[in-house]
Each structure stands twice: as structure tokens, then as C-alpha cells.
């Protein structure tokens, strides 16, 4: 069992940055794909960047260059650097570990293909 807690979120006006972090208890996070998600008011939850089993980063396409996703190992945490943040970044955003590793790319983008999920920290941008 692996337990996750979110944390970091806020209100920040448009352009600036935050930096979301993730804990996890119960086992070591790189011992498991973790990846960000998000889910605006009345939309569905959407992939916004994930590592993948060869220790690559992958992004959706609205967040790259503006986001990074890292991990301190030591200290079981995965960080969402957000910088350059814009109203369309609004939303709740949660971390999510899988079980099995990610071979390919397409599976770390699915809701579905992640075992544990945090409770989620609130992103407010306001422009």
C-alpha cells in the first residue's frame, strides 16, 4: 500500500510559479510510476505529466516548458515545478502511483492505469 499526500497549491496570479510536492509513505517513490493529474470544475481528470519506467518525464502538450516533474528519492517525493502559470491551469490537482511499470507512454496518460491517488491541493490562477 502506498499513501500519497499532495501539497503546495494556491492562489498565484497569472505568470507566476508554484511547486506542488507529493509524499508518499509505505514504499519508496521510485520504486513505482508516479505522475500528475488535474481536474477543473465540471471537466474531467486529465494527465498532465508522469515518469515512466526508464526514468523519462513525459508532459501533455498544454504544460511543456512550463512545467517539471522531479523526484527526491531520499526523501520519497515527487515535486511539480509550475511556472509561467495561466488561467487554464486552474484546477485540482492530484499524484498518482502505479503498481506496474509504465512500458509505454500512452499508458502513464490514462486515469485508469494509476493504483493509488492523494486527496488533491488547489491550483488557483488568477489572470
Known amino acids: 500500500q502506498v499513501q500519497l499526500v499532495e501539497s503546495g497549491g494556491g492562489l498565484v496570479q497569472a505568470g507566476g510559479s508554484l511547486r506542488l510536492s507529493c509524499a508518499a509513505s509505505g514504499r519508496s517513490s521510485g520504486s513505482y510510476d508516479t505522475g500528475w493529474f488535474r481536474q477543473a470544475p465540471g471537466k474531467e481528470r486529465e494527465f498532465v505529466a508522469a515518469?515512466?519506467?526508464?526514468?523519462?518525464?513525459l508532459y501533455t502538450d498544454s504544460v511543456k516548458g512550463r512545467f517539471t516533474i522531479s523526484r527526491d528519492n531520499d526523501k520519497n517525493t515527487v515535486y511539480l515545478q509550475m511556472n509561467n502559470l495561466k488561467s487554464e491551469d486552474t484546477a485540482a490537482y492530484y499524484c498518482?502511483?502505479?503498481?506496474?511499470?509504465?512500458?509505454?507512454?500512452?499508458?502513464?496518460?490514462?486515469?485508469?492505469?494509476?493504483?493509488?491517488w492523494g486527496q488533491g491541493t488547489q491550483v488557483t490562477v488568477s489572470s
Open positions: 515518469f515512466i519506467w526508464s526514468g523519462s518525464t
Open positions: 498518482a502511483a502505479a503498481e506496474t511499470p509504465f512500458l509505454l507512454a500512452t499508458m502513464a496518460r490514462r486515469v485508469d492505469k494509476y493504483d493509488y
